[in-house]
């Protein structure tokens, strides 16, 4: 059986920067506000939350 995690390494901001970078793609196709949560350091935790851009209408 394959184990998991043998190296156990850390990534630092890169995933929550990946994340945030693609969350406004993500918030226009759902047409809703997408959180993203960075809790890899136990001593910092950040939280965005993008919105989608609005569209204006035209009358």
């Known amino acids: ?12 901001a890169l995933p929550f920067q990946a994340a945030l970078a693609l969350a406004p793609f ?9 959180p993203c949560l960075s809790n890899e350091d136990p001593s910092r935790r950040c939280v965005a939350l993008p919105w989608p851009a609005a569209v204006p209408q035209s009358q």
Do not use: K, Y
Request: glycine share 14%; net charge negative.
């Open 26 to 34: 993500q918030a226009v196709e759902l047409d809703a506000p997408v």
């Open 1 to 12: 059986m394959p184990q998991v995690d043998v190296a156990g390494g850390t990534c630092g």
